[in-house]
């Protein structure tokens, strides 16, 4: 990882450098799965690309927690594993019913609804293998805390629970409360958890736990709002998913609810309010503000 020095931290270079770590990671994370065609289906997915945000979220918290981020490696291929598995199964017929993803062919085109449902479920459950039989070098009971805080998130209290909402909700009114309780759940609660983990891993006191919960909170909708705004204003090439969705499936956004304007502002006061909790850590949080700016400054 990039030394951490607030004044001359350079991002890109820390961005850089994390995303090649977790790259690699993933490519060495898969191994022995069998029949082939299922670790096939397992890695189209995993190794697509995509920006990799959550596992630098969960390392960059390691590290600002104290911890050395090598220990939080074996975490941030997990949690990128629950979130590929969100993906797959969220761009199943009977869900978002998508053919494009990280530029690609979305895996049941390739591989069929079958396979694709059980890349996913070997995905979500080889996460936790990965936290609890992969990691080394780090307390039992850290692991422990990390194992419930992801069971948490990729169940009903977050994802699944985020995921029927959002279904039920669609073609329907939605005030503002529904519609941030679905981001809250179908992605903020993953990227909460990716601070959390890595955080605990790190060795985190429960003063700074509760700072990253607000942190990771705010830029976890403000990540959602973004990402509803580049529906309506990027094309299908930049963001490597079909644009325009959100308006297909006529489905509430917060431009449909608040305008483009309102809701880049809130987006950005959302930011700002998190960047404000890491002032006490201010000199080593530098990936995190960051982080946080990159969230709103995004183009994909
Ligand atoms: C976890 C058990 C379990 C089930 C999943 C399908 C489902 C239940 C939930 C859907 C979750 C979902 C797809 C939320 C959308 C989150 C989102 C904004 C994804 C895009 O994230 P980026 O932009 O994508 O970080 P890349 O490709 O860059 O990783």
């Not at 941030?180 to 990227?191: D, M, Q, V």
């Not at 700074?208 to 403000?222: E, F, S």
């Amino acid at each position: 990882m990039v030394a951490v020095v607030s004044s001359s931290f350079d991002f890109s270079a820390y961005l850089a450098k994390a995303k090649a770590r977790v790259e690699s990671a993933l490519d060495q994370s898969l191994g022995p799965e069998r029949p082939e065609q299922l670790r096939e289906s397992m890695r189209y997915s995993l190794l697509a690309g995509g920006k990799r945000l959550r596992p630098i979220l969960c390392l960059a918290a390691c590290e600002l927690a104290g911890g050395d981020p090598e220990k939080a490696i074996s975490t941030a291929v997990a949690v990128e594993m629950i979130h590929t598995m969100s993906l797959i199964h969220d761009d199943l017929p009977a869900m978002d019913n998508d053919d494009l993803r990280r530029g690609r062919p979305t895996n049941h085109k390739v591989y069929g609804d079958a396979l694709a449902i059980l890349a996913g479920d070997a995905l979500l459950t080889r996460a936790f293998e990965m936290v609890s039989l992969r990691t080394q070098g780090v307390p039992a009971e850290r692991l422990l805390k990390v194992v419930g805080e992801l069971s948490l998130v990729a169940g009903a209290p977050g994802l699944v629970g985020g995921q029927v909402v959002d279904i039920e909700s669609e073609g329907k009114e939605v005030d503002l409360e529904t519609l941030e309780f679905i981001h809250l759940h179908k992605t903020g609660a993953l990227l909460k958890a990716c601070v959390i983990s890595g955080a605990l891993i790190g060795g985190a006191d429960e003063e700074l736990l509760k700072a990253l919960r607000t942190y990771a909170k705010g830029i976890g909708l403000a990540f959602q709002i973004i990402d509803d705004i580049l529906d309506v204003t990027a094309s299908s090439e930049v963001l490597g998913k079909t644009a325009g969705k959100d308006l297909l499936a006529d489905k509430t956004t917060y431009p449909k609810l608040l305008g483009l304007e309102e809701s880049r502002r809130r987006a950005d006061e959302l930011v700002s309010k998190a960047k404000d909790v890491l002032k006490p850590w201010e000199q080593s949080a530098s990936p995190l503000l960051a982080l946080a700016d990159y969230i709103t400054n995004r183009d994909r």
